[in-house]
């Protein structure tokens, strides 16, 4: 197998670039790769990180659980490796979400859409523009993953404040006749999710989904186009990096590894973050929404769980006097808080926080129309 220059070696790391294009300048933009290739056969697990330039997270735990963990275990290693410490370097040189060289673009939502109601969709709004540079860039190594990989991890970061937990995709099929793979493909990425050993959170409802595109995410076009377990883990705060989360991250790769049967290992318990349950399955939700203008001084802290008529912040106006009827703003769900979001101004219907709450939707079901 060949990742760019990256060429892997039975019982070795290998260590090279992918070129994905080449700037105007006449510099070509490459992504750093590492294979850890085991001394025995088995599958082929991709890890990703930093696809959000300021999210640096996953590019530590790719260095931590790939490069430094896999050095010395390519004896008991079964299978092969595949890792990109960051999908956008032109994102992280700069510190920012977007490539800087595309800067109107989510670079995570650049990949192939299996939408079959895509093209009534004129809300997309891509005709002219598409595909976009970075979606160029996304489309080579998207095709090297479509040759090669079984499993994949994409690692991400959410906040400022934000514990971690792992997105896992509603899966979407096309007819009865996609039913069963994508029900079974659902069954293999939620236990996929759960050995990585952090809180499993379910994605937006479909139609949100895919409002906000992200069946076009690397994890969505993963599972939906390539039809192979793609996970999504927020490891803690965007902009720098927790040690906590980031340990978590570390772990987890350990963790997916030993679930593929590539590792001989125990999955390591992962004890030193929040893993509230609520006995229920629960995926995000932006909640609660503020129903007026203020300042909101928050009483809760990611991880905590709260109840239906819980206050979460004092709402004030900029002088400090309370606002709404008793100055507070309150939760109208149960669920745990993922992440806070950064601030103190509110709008009304602007969200503050997002939490962990019930969802009653199957793990797979029709793409809406
Ligand atoms: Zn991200």
Redesign the pocket.
Same mark, same amino acid.
């Given at each position: 197998m060949k990742i760019g220059t990256c060429v892997a070696k039975p019982g070795k790391m290998s260590f090279g670039f992918l070129e994905v294009m080449t700037h105007f300048d006449g510099t070509p933009e490459r992504l750093p790769v590492v294979i850890a290739a085991g001394r025995h056969d088995g599958p082929c697990f991709w890890v990703t990180g930093n696809? /959000?330039g300021d999210?640096y997270v996953g590019l530590l735990a790719v260095q931590g659980g790939v490069t430094r963990a896999l050095a010395d275990r390519l004896g008991d290693l079964h299978g092969t490796v595949v890792a990109l410490p960051t999908l956008n370097p032109a994102g992280l040189r700069v510190g920012r979400r977007e490539a800087y060289y595309d800067p109107a673009t989510d670079p995570?939502r650049t990949f192939p859409d299996a939408n079959p109601y895509a093209d009534t969709d004129l809300a997309e709004g891509e005709d002219d523009d598409t595909p976009t540079p970075y979606e160029v860039a996304s489309g080579v190594y998207f095709e090297l993953m479509r040759q090669t990989a079984n499993y994949h991890i994409d690692l /991400?970061?959410m906040s400022i404040q934000a514990t971690p937990f792992t997105l896992v995709d509603h899966l979407l099929y096309h007819g009865e006749d996609e039913r069963p793979r994508m029900e079974q493909l659902a069954l293999q990425m939620h236990s996929l999710a759960r050995a990585f050993g952090i809180p499993v959170i379910n994605e937006f409802p479909s139609r949100k989904y895919i409002k906000n595109r992200l069946h076009r995410s690397t994890g969505g076009a993963a599972s939906h186009v390539l039809g192979i377990p793609s996970i999504t883990p927020e490891l803690g705060m965007g902009g720098d990096v927790e040690p906590k989360a980031l340990r978590a991250g570390i772990a987890g790769i350990h963790n997916a590894l030993v679930w593929a049967e590539m590792l001989p290992d125990d999955p390591i318990v992962i004890d030193w973050i929040p893993q509230p349950d609520l006995g229920y399955p629960v995926r995000r939700e932006p909640h609660p929404r503020p129903a007026m203008t203020g300042i909101a001084a928050k009483l809760v802290t990611p991880g905590d769980v709260v109840r239906a008529g819980d206050p979460v912040a004092e709402l004030r106006d900029i002088w400090g006097r309370p606002l709404g009827d008793d100055g507070y703003l309150r939760t109208e769900k149960d669920g745990w808080v993922l992440n806070l979001r950064p601030g103190v101004g509110v709008y009304p219907n602007r969200a503050i926080m997002d939490l962990a709450v019930r969802d009653d939707d199957p793990l797979a079901l029709p793409w809406p129309e």
């Open positions: 696809i /959000h999210e995570n /991400h970061a």
